[in-house]
């Protein structure tokens, strides 16, 4: 059983100031900014990852360099802070951290189960990897923060197309628009067979072996990911969804809409995107 501190173990840590004025990857205004600011989409987390390793050869690159069982927490924690620094560091605190994922992806390949060879810089798993992370960011804020307009939700799409070209995904495999986006990660979702690896890999990330102090908390990140995990892929992994939970889920992101968005900035925005607007702040101060 992990300890408290076990868990949180790799929780991001705050930035370095970084070059004050630089505005980063996206800056102020951007809709990036509004979005991955907000520390409700922790809660998408779980959903992404599921959404990953339902890719056969994601699955298998992530089964074969991943100890899920030993340290559940450790690739989300990766995944967060990698993308807190993208989104809100200066741009060479961006390019640095862009960096050390890709130094990481460069090693991971082989072969899956069937012979298919894999590598985690294949520009399709690059993209269909940014495709979760995006989407889940989208549903995660309109289900537990409030409404995002289509024209905000399309600027947000375009946007981490900057992200995802850090990342090594190539320019011309980005979206048009919101339009292709949806449908790009609706097909995906409906040609994937989820794998045994995935399946087995499962439980660890909906049931990761928590104290005491935080089963309702774990208890309440299982509902979330389960609920929002796309039917098909709820089928797949074989997870039942009965209609008191929906209604459970229901419930709960109707109460975080209203009091989310109502708490200070300083309990619900992660420090980075605290810290970002205040080094862009200090930069226009010095003019």
Request: glycine fraction near 8%; hydrophobic fraction near 45%.
């Amino acid at each position: 059983m992990s300890s408290v501190r076990e868990v949180l173990r790799g929780v991001p840590r705050a930035l370095a100031p970084g070059r004050p004025g630089d505005a980063g990857l996206f800056g102020p205004g951007s809709v990036a900014w509004r979005v991955n600011g907000e520390g409700v989409l922790m809660l998408g987390g779980p959903r992404a990852l599921l959404m990953q390793i339902a890719h056969p050869l994601v699955a298998a690159g992530v089964a074969a360099y991943s100890d899920f069982p030993a340290d559940p927490f450790t690739r989300l924690w990766r995944t967060v802070d990698a993308m807190l620094a993208i989104s809100f560091g200066d741009i060479e605190q961006s390019r640095r951290a862009a960096s050390r994922v890709t130094a990481v992806h460069s090693e991971v390949r082989g072969r899956a189960g069937d012979g298919r060879p894999y590598s985690a810089m294949d520009p399709d798993l690059l993209l269909w990897v940014h495709a979760t992370l995006v989407d889940s960011g989208l549903v995660v804020y309109r289900r537990f923060f409030g409404r995002i307009s289509e024209n905000d939700a399309e600027r947000y799409v375009a946007e981490m197309g900057r992200l995802a070209v850090l990342m090594g995904v190539p320019e011309d495999l980005l979206f048009a628009d919101l339009a292709a986006f949806g449908a790009y990660v609706d097909r995906t979702v409906r040609d994937l067979e989820v794998s045994r690896e995935a399946r087995e890999m499962a439980p660890w990330i909906l049931r990761p072996p928590v104290p005491p102090a935080l089963r309702p908390v774990a208890r309440f990140q299982e509902l979330v990911t389960v609920g929002l995990l796309p039917r098909a892929l709820r089928a797949g992994y074989g997870l039942p969804w009965p209609a008191r939970r929906e209604r459970l889920l229901r419930a709960s992101a109707a109460t975080a809409r209203v009091v989310v968005p109502r708490l200070p900035g300083v309990l619900r925005r992660w420090p980075q995107a605290r810290a970002a607007e205040r080094r862009v702040l200090s930069g226009t101060a010095r003019l």
